[in-house]
């Protein structure tokens, strides 16, 4: 059986800046919440609480997109994989497709599209030596047979990839993004992950779900 972590460091600091803007906003929303009731403008002011309530809400999702446990997020046994330490159980079968978006990391010197355009498809190429952190989002049929993504940021992304189509998915995607931009990767993966069919590039629908 094979286990993928969710990696610990880039989580707590992106639970740090979270709490960060979620702390920033709240101070200023109850701020200006306050400025509007000394001004009588109550009905504003009331508006304004129920944005900052709107924020608090958003907690609970922020908490467990970026775990802090050292507790597998996907395992791949045979055929069986699971998430989320155990909580959901499902066949490679019935996986439509799973998306692995990789985020690099700006580096100075590149100023134009093309040339991150270039630098994209140069990172692309080249399969990472070392366990390397990104999104691995599985997309399923929920029990309306709608489209479902379950999203998972894990510290070995390719190698969840490749354990997920040698267990038997079909489908996959394995893209490199900066800013906007994304390009497709062009490496060979292991092992009867060749069976995989890969998907057309990232979309800009796509992209922005990842960057949510």
Known sequence: MKQFFPDIDYNKAKRRKYFILLALGIVLLGGTAVT???LKQTMIALMVLVFAVVALTTLPSALSSY???KEPLIEVDGTKVRLYNGKAELKASEILAVSVLIDVPKIKGLSTKEEKAQYLRVCAAKKPTEPITGACDITVKDAKGKDETKYNIVEDCVGALEAL?????????????LDKLSVAATYP??????EGNAL????????????L
């Open 165 to 177: 189509l040698s267990a038997g998915v079909k489908k996959y995607r394995l893209v490199y993004c």
């Open 200 to 211: 057309k590039e990232l979309s800009e629908k796509d992209r922005m779900m990842q960057l």
């Open 36 to 38: 509007f009731f000394i």
């Open 67 to 69: 775990p802090v446990k």
């Open 189 to 194: 993966l292991n092992g009867n992950s060749s």
